[in-house]
């Protein structure tokens, strides 16, 4: 932000870059959806996650990380590295919040805490951040450091990653992630548990650990590319996950919920709202943010049909 | 070029590679010569002079073939703005590749006369969409094509897949409407009985733009925008016969197979040609495949035919 610019002005002018590079010849009919006005937009719905009110749309943090899940076409990775410009990170953070987004979870490497710091300390950003460190969570004095690390940046909340902790119970050490979870609490943050296999969550509760949110793949399989298998299946029985977390009493934060793209945001929020997730993570493009708030909006204004009580 | 080649290694492969393969039939047009440096090489359609990779149009016209990621489409759209097309078509130039392939999109065609009216030298091979069957409607299509500076048209393959059977009279009308006017035609194909159609009944295009790939890779079974050439085999067998030069086209079956492993294919498969679609940023990188590639194929059964 330059100096002596409002966070106002930032965020509306951030917003009407974004904007502009709409104009591009065939963006509109692409279908990305309008742009936004440079109007700040109302703060979506929230829930509660310990003390933090959280909006029940999320920004993920992959197309931040730059990591997509592009199946077997490669050349997508390098397209979204050279689209989501550290610049253009920077723009993506701020639409969000400017759309009525206020938190985002992302992984931490040096280019991604590099850009949240940017964004919070010299830019203005209020996001709040739920965070995870992906260090051998088995060299217990270099995960400490990273968690503490994270404590220290001023992270709202932070989890134990997905890849660590289906890792982890599938050998039995179940014991590992009751022991990462109190760190992150003893570093004074909420801790989270993400898993894309079921069975975590299961040895979670079973073990009574003191977590305080779930984080946990969730979407249908009807799409092209379930079948395909390659890079595209993230949650294999929905149905049992639906099942299980209707007796979890702990607030659930679903992930992958578009299948990494393949599903239409209208209906993989509305199928993991109504499937009984409290909070949903969405990677999107600054030009997807406008079109995916507006159907957030607009499901959670529907009353979605739910079985599970809102958790949060 | 390969940091394990000299520029000199590399000129004595071209050559040794061009030697075997215009052995392999006396018909064939010239073998590639080793190129003048490490120029991508080239070879001929009537007086044209093409560079063995063609630009393909379909990432200029953000069509992306993305299978169920319906994202790629809008990402390519926000990456290839107008000033990213006019850059790539000069990045693409500067590396060698000297022609580009694209259906009439307006928007598009802008910007290939803007190229152009900058000072860039960027042949064009363009098909027309307009309805084939409207003989009024076509011509005055190809007329503008023609008038607008294009160097070669072609029959659409999305028109051509649906005439190889009884219509094949329309298809034949095409290609005279275009050859009327005076530029080189092609005839664009999916479909491998487009190619049999035509020379079956001797229709004169001048050459084929038709598909080829294989099916080694994780979304060919997937059947969703994810296969454009269903019999391969078949494809190379049949092509073997035919001695007009022939464009590949979707070799890379749009973003699965890699670059190195579909050139390869092709040029062995026989095509003279082949298109690749290249965001800015893969050109160089395409390019320097392709020369290695061509300088080292040696099983190759099709004679060069351009």
């Known amino acids: 932000m330059r100096e002596g610019m409002s966070r106002r002005e930032f965020v509306r002018s951030t917003v009407a870059a974004s904007a502009g590079s709409a104009l591009a010849f065939g963006a509109g009919a692409a279908g990305a959806g309008e742009a936004p006005s440079a109007a700040p937009k109302p703060l979506l719905p929230t829930g509660k996650i310990g003390k933090l009110a959280i909006t029940r749309l999320i920004l993920g943090g992959n197309l931040l990380g730059r990591y997509n899940h592009a199946r077997d076409l490669r050349y997508v990775l390098r397209l979204v590295k050279e689209y989501n410009t550290d610049e253009k990170i920077l723009q993506t953070l701020a639409l969000a919040e400017a759309s009525g987004i206020n938190t985002v979870s992302v992984h931490v490497n040096p280019s991604t805490r590099g850009l949240l710091k940017e964004y919070r300390e010299k830019r203005g950003g209020k996001l709040q951040w739920i965070l995870y460190p992906t260090g051998n969570i088995e060299d217990w004095a270099g995960y400490s450091r990273d968690v503490q690390q994270i404590a220290d940046d001023g992270a709202e909340a932070c989890y134990v990653w997905g890849v660590h902790t289906d890792g982890l119970v599938a050998k039995g050490k179940v014991e590992v992630i009751a022991k990462a979870v109190e760190l992150i609490k003893a570093n004074g943050m909420p801790a989270g548990v993400c898993a894309h296999d079921l069975r975590v969550i299961q040895e979670c509760e079973k073990a009574r650990l ?6 946990k793949t969730f979407h249908h399989l009807n799409y092209p590319s379930a079948k395909m298998d390659f890079d595209s299946v993230f949650c294999r029985e929905p149905e049992k996950v639906a099942e299980f977390m209707g007796s979890v009493e702990k607030p659930w934060i679903a992930f992958k919920v578009m299948a990494a793209g393949a599903i239409p945001p209208k209906d993989a929020f509305r199928y993991a709202f109504e499937g ?19 159907v957030t909006r607009d499901i959670l204004a529907s009353e979605p049909k739910r079985s599970r009580p809102w958790r949060s | 070029m390969p940091g394990e080649l000299s520029r000199r290694d590399f000129v004595k492969g071209s050559v040794a590679g061009a030697a075997l393969a215009a052995g392999a039939g006396a018909l064939g047009a010239a073998a590639p010569t080793a190129p003048a440096g490490d120029a991508l090489p080239k070879g001929k359609i009537g007086k044209m002079e093409i560079s063995r990779i063609l630009l393909g149009g379909n990432l200029l016209t953000h069509y992306t073939h993305s299978r169920d990621l319906r994202y790629v489409y809008a990402l390519a759209a926000r990456y290839n703005t107008p000033e990213k097309i006019i850059e790539t078509m ?26 152009r009216k900058n000072g860039g030298k960027m042949q064009w091979i363009i098909c027309s969409t307009a309805p084939i069957e409207d003989v009024n409607k076509y011509s005055q299509s190809v007329q503008q094509l023609v008038d607008m500076g294009t160097d070669a048209i072609y029959v659409w393959g999305v028109h051509a897949d649906g005439l190889a059977g009884a219509k094949v009279g329309v298809l034949a009308k095409a290609v005279e409407i275009i050859k009327a006017s005076g530029a080189l035609c092609g005839v664009g194909a999916h479909q491998l009985a487009v190619v049999q159609a035509c020379e079956r009944e001797k229709i004169p295009n001048d050459f084929y733009i ?20 269903s019999n391969p085999e078949e494809t190379i067998e049949v092509m073997e016969t035919v001695e007009k030069p022939w464009i590949s086209f979707k070799v890379m079956a749009a973003g699965a197979i890699p670059p190195e492993n579909a050139f390869r294919y092709v040029f062995e498969g026989g095509a003279d040609f082949s298109l690749a679609g290249m965001f800015d940023f893969e050109i160089a990188e395409d390019v320097a495949i392709a020369k290695r590639v061509l300088a080292g194929i040696k099983d190759r059964k099709r004679p060069w035919r351009g």
């Open chain 1, 276 to 294: 009984g997730a409290d909070f949903l993570f969405a990677g999107m493009f600054d030009f997807d943010i406008a079109e995916d708030v507006q």
């Open chain 2, 90 to 115: 000069a990045v693409a130039e500067a590396n060698g590749v000297n022609t580009l392939v694209i259906h009439t999109v307006p928007a598009a065609l802008k910007l290939l006369e803007q190229h």
């Open chain 2, 210 to 229: 038709k598909t080829l790939h294989h099916h080694n890779y994780p979304s060919a079974k997937l059947n969703h925008d994810s296969s454009w050439c």
């Open chain 1, 210 to 215: 003191p977590v305080d949110f779930y984080i």
